[in-house]
Nanobody
Framework: EVQLVESGGGLVHAGGSLRLSCAASGFIFEDYAIGWFRQAPGKEREGVSTISPSDGSTSYSESVKGRFTISSDNAKNTVYLQMDSLKPEDTAVYYC???????????????????RGQGTQVIVSS
């Protein structure tokens, strides 16, 4: 059974940083793409970033490119999302998601991945 457990959310001032973690289990880590999407109150889900642990390839939405960095520790089956220069508009619940899928621009699909975690709240105050 695929399990994804997020951690690291919280409250931060604009311009600050947070690092989210997604601990994965129940599947072969390198066979999946893993990433993050977010959902703010009253808004549609937005794909943020993905990584393919097999080759390290990454994908980012334009709204976070240059501010967020996704990485994976394959030995720990964990994906991280380092979020810097946070803005109030980054406030949302962030979900980790995984699927057995390959290709470019996977951040456009991550909100539809087959498995996801429970989410972690990120609040950025102005």
């Amino acid at each position: 059974e695929v399990q994804l457990v997020e951690s690291g959310g919280g409250l931060v001032h604009a311009g600050g940083s947070l690092r989210l973690s997604c601990a994965a289990s129940g599947f072969i880590f390198e066979d999946y793409a893993i990433g993050w999407f977010r959902q703010a109150p009253g808004k549609e889900r937005e794909g943020v970033s993905t990584i393919s642990p097999s080759d390290g390839s990454t994908s980012y939405s334009e709204s976070v490119k240059g501010r967020f960095t996704i990485s994976s520790d394959n030995a720990k089956n964990t994906v991280y999302l380092q979020m810097d220069s946070l803005k109030p508009e980054d406030t949302a619940v962030y979900y980790c998601a995984a699927d057995q899928i390959y290709g470019p621009n996977l951040h456009l699909l991550v909100s539809s991945f087959g498995s996801r975690g429970q989410g972690t709240q990120v609040i950025v105050s102005s």
